[in-house]
């Protein structure tokens, strides 16, 4: 049944994509709830002394039962049932219903040995296996819901896909089943746990596919490959392979095709005659009704009709059927409490998912593992939510026109300096007004006006003692990393850089920088930010071995945290640098006066 | 670094008694603009919007953005250790995972402070654009509650009317319907016990009881309360905090089934 492992797999990977949450906070949702399931649901649970319930001649009620009095605890909380009824079961399925056949005729084999030592429990946990719901079963059901007023609808196939296709459809709020399917069928959101009983307690479980695939970063064809590799009722699995290594594969090779490619043969079988592209089908484009022709109504229920249906042949209590109509009527007349989302719009989120501990701990080894350019990414990342940036943080180029290029030089003062034509400035800097309308490819745009407002001074440091203590362990070593990195300097080509960070490390002692740098923090309060981005470039060079691309994330790391960023310190560790050359040769042209003089 | 002093330490009990019964947890967002925080009910009927601004405390000190994410619970039950005369200091340390509340007696005689657990919290946060409404009413926040309280016996639901005569409140139930009428006072001895109605269009809309009564807690907060309305938007209680902000509540009215009909 459903798909293996997937709710494992998200609770692990994609935590922030459940949630918890009562049931009378789902008022005035439309939900479908996959019949099929619950009926089963019923007859296993809706029992008395392990006996299913049964009229006077011995019929099974429990179903009815189950039906009848979970509706109305919905209804009861202002949400609006409708049920959908499996179809055929597709071709597909034939080999998983024979399983479940199989293991029926086993359970019966257990059930006779049970029966013949006096297990009880034995017995009762067999009985429970050998249910099955057949169409007696659903028939009445339908009829009870008829008489209820619930709408209920026949999908042509599987109900689940009916489910999801009314939720893409904007039909219903959600679907309420306990299998995963549904969430590859494209239902964004799932409930679980929706028909338990009340005296469980159990918050209802709600499952966001968008939400799943943002945080496994899939897309929906990915989703619905790594369902099918983590195993689903129409196919096979290839056999070892788990849903960790799953997930593994699809994150490496993106799709099944690429992942049989480059499967290690010996190690896992791949089934022979594996219709995994079929299974795929039945997911993508399964057997619906088109949801916009269902016309779902809810209606009074025929209070009459349920006293004589349910009372008559089905031996229920009159007085707590009527009473359950009543629950009925009543949740039908009136009006229905609005939400606060439906009226305002939702910002987006700022806050970062919160992984589960596996997950956490899973990222924790690989910032470990990762480069230092994975860790930075991370503290940027953060430093960003703590701020409230809105992903993705877009850079500008300086205008080509010389007298705005001027202005901004002297808004960042730079006035001396030339900026390349790598040289940007990050979206903080400037207030929304100097973007442009939106355009079509969403790219943010500066307007002709546009001039870097904000963020130009940095914030005062929060603790200075600590900072000049890290200040001088990180100068030691960044003077270590600068000397070793002199070689590769020099094959830098982009040389419009050189103007900023002019300054060749090696020719200098590195005692000066360590004995200066505490005093140039104070003097340098103002810190133009551009320099960073420059800066990092500066520092590609120096480590060719990097991976080359810039995320954009960690070029913008150093611009907005460039006051804890080690880069930060050598630049400033290169100015006091600069000024010493500078005042070096003073003192060696004056000497030389001297010199001359005497 | 975050700290926030304030010397009427009543008046933060009393900001958390004005949450509490909506909200379990929260997150407190400071800036150096002073403290805010926005949060819905768990159904989603309702906001809390609370604003604080830095002005109004004694002492106010916060170097960067900071999002405390609190249990309102345990936050209530610490602020219960503080006595209505004290001093309230809240401090909190940049990234830290705790916030530490610190009561000193008016004469300096007896400090307790009190560490509390943050949490991590993923808490939607709603754009809330700026309306100009329909209708808005001033009325003394006593009067308010009384009459939540008193329409909240006849049913789940309560309708607000707004017309130039003045404003209606109305319930209807199993035992009998329930109507006040209020009119705008003629003439007005204390500005705060007067009932003002600014109107452009008459306004009549349906609000659960129940959320009206929590809002009512806020009583403490200010002598009177304003309610703003429009058609088919969410009603806006406002109490006013004097010299420091004011705590906001918005609840989404009853819409008439589709069905229904």
């Known amino acids: ?598 | 670094m975050f700290e926030a002093r304030l010397l009427q330490g009543s008046l933060l009990k009393k900001v958390m008694e004005a949450l509490k019964e909506l909200l379990n947890e929260a997150a407190w967002d400071c800036s150096d603009a002073g403290i805010q925080l926005q949060a819905m009910d768990n159904s989603h009927v309702s906001l809390v919007s609370l604003n604080l601004r830095a002005e109004g405390f004694d002492k106010y000190r916060c170097d960067r953005n900071l999002s405390m994410g609190m249990n309102l619970g345990s936050m209530s039950k610490i602020l219960k250790c503080a006595s209505n005369e004290d001093i309230i200091t809240i401090k909190a340390q940049d990234n830290a995972d705790t916030v530490t509340f610190v009561f000193e007696s008016p004469d300096q005689d007896k400090v307790s402070d009190y560490e509390m657990k943050l949490m991590n919290l993923d808490q939607e946060h709603l754009g809330i654009p700026e309306t100009d409404y329909a209708c808005t009413i001033r009325l003394p926040s006593s009067e308010f509650a009384r009459i939540c309280r008193d329409l909240s016996q006849f049913g789940e639901s309560m309708v607000i009317s707004c017309t130039k005569e003045g404003v209606r409140f109305s319930a209807t139930g199993d035992i009998g319907t329930g109507n006040i009428k209020l009119a705008q006072s003629a003439k007005v001895d204390k500005e705060e016990e007067a009932v003002v109605i600014e109107m452009q269009e008459p306004v009549s809309l349906t609000f659960a009881c129940r959320y009206l009564n929590s809002f009512t807690k806020a009583t403490s907060l200010s002598k009177s309360v304003q309610l703003s309305m429009s058609p088919e938007v969410p009603l806006v209680v406002e109490y006013k905090i004097e010299d420091i902000g004011h705590v906001r509540y918005y609840l989404a009215p009853k819409i008439e089934d589709e069905e229904a009909a």
């Open chain 1, 1 to 598: 049944m459903g798909i293996k492992g997937l709710t494992q797999l998200i609770g692990d990977s994609a935590p922030a994509a459940i949630k918890e949450n009562e049931i009378k906070n789902y008022f005035g949702r439309k939900v479908a709830i996959d019949a099929s399931m619950s009926i089963y649901q019923f007859l296993i649970a809706v029992r008395s002394e392990g006996a299913m319930l049964t009229s006077a001649d011995g019929e099974t009620t429990s179903h009815l039962m189950g039906l009848f009095y979970r509706t109305i605890r919905m209804v009861d909380n202002g949400i609006k049932p409708l049920y959908v009824f499996d179809g055929k079961p597709p071709e597909m399925k034939g080999g998983e219903l024979n399983k479940r056949a199989e293991k029926r005729e086993e359970a019966t084999k257990q059930l006779a040995i049970a029966t013949d030592a006096g297990d009880t429990a034995e017995i009762d946990k067999m009985n429970k296996r050998l249910v099955k719901v057949n169409k007696v079963h659903t028939d009445e059901c339908k009829q009870l819901l008829k008489l209820m007023g619930v709408p209920y609808i026949e999908a042509p196939c599987e109900a689940e896909a009916q489910c999801a296709a009314m939720v893409k459809a904007g039909k219903v709020y959600a679907t309420a089943t306990e299998d995963m399917d549904s969430l590859t069928f494209g239902s964004n959101i799932l409930l679980r746990y929706m028909t338990y009983s009340e005296a469980k307690k159990m918050p209802i479980k709600e499952f966001h596919l968008d939400k799943v695939l943002q945080a496994m970063s899939y897309t929906m064809d990915e989703f619905i490959d790594l369902c099918i590799m983590l195993g689903c009722d129409y196919c096979d699995t290839i056999k070892g392979i788990g849903a960790k290594r799953a997930k593994d594969l699809i994150d490496k090779h993106r799709c099944i095709e690429k992942v049989i490619e480059n499967l290690d043969t010996k190690k896992y079988v791949i089934p022979e005659d594996w219709p995994y592209q079929e299974a795929r089908r039945l997911f993508k484009n399964p057997d619906v009704l088109d949801p916009e022709t269902i016309d779902l109504k809810w209606n009074q229920p025929d209070e009459e009709g349920l006293v004589k249906f349910l009372c008559g042949d089905k031996n229920f209590n009159e007085e707590r059927i009527r009473g359950g109509s009543k629950k009925l009527c009543k949740a039908k007349q009136g009006q229905t409490q609005g939400r606060l989302d439906t009226f305002f719009k939702v910002l987006p989120s700022n806050k970062p998912p919160t992984p589960s501990t596996p997950a956490s701990k899973r990222k924790a080894e690989e910032s470990k593992k990762g480069s230092k350019g994975g860790a930075k990414f991370k503290r940027a990342k953060s430093y960003r939510e703590a701020n409230r940036w809105p992903e993705p943080l877009t850079f500008h180029e300086f205008p080509a026109d010389l007298a705005r290029r001027k202005l901004w030089l002297q808004i960042i003062e730079r006035e001396d300096w030339i900026p390349g034509d790598k040289a940007k400035i990050c979206a903080m800097h400037f207030a929304p007004e100097c973007y442009r309308e939106a355009t079509a490819s969403a790219v943010k745009r500066l307007n002709a006006t546009a001039v870097p407002s904000l963020n130009l001074t940095l914030e005062p440091l929060p603790n200075k003692p600590t900072k000049t203590a890290t200040l001088r362990i990180k100068n030691s070593s960044s003077v270590g990393t600068a000397s070793s990195s002199t070689a590769t300097q020099s094959h830098v080509d982009d040389v419009e850089h050189q103007p900023i960070i002019s300054v060749d490390y090696g020719h200098e002692k590195a005692q000066y920088g360590l004995k200066d740098a505490d005093t140039t923090t104070e003097s340098r309060k103002r810190i133009s930010n551009i320099i960073v981005v420059d800066l990092i470039k500066d520092k590609k060079a120096k480590y060719p071995d990097k991976p080359k691309p810039v995320v954009i994330g960690e070029s913008c790391s150093s611009c907005l945290e460039m006051k804890k960023d080690l880069r930060e310190v050598e630049f400033q560790l290169a100015m006091v640098k600069q000024e010493l050359t500078e005042q070096k040769k003073l003192v060696e042209s004056l000497k030389k006066q001297i010199k001359n003089g005497a």
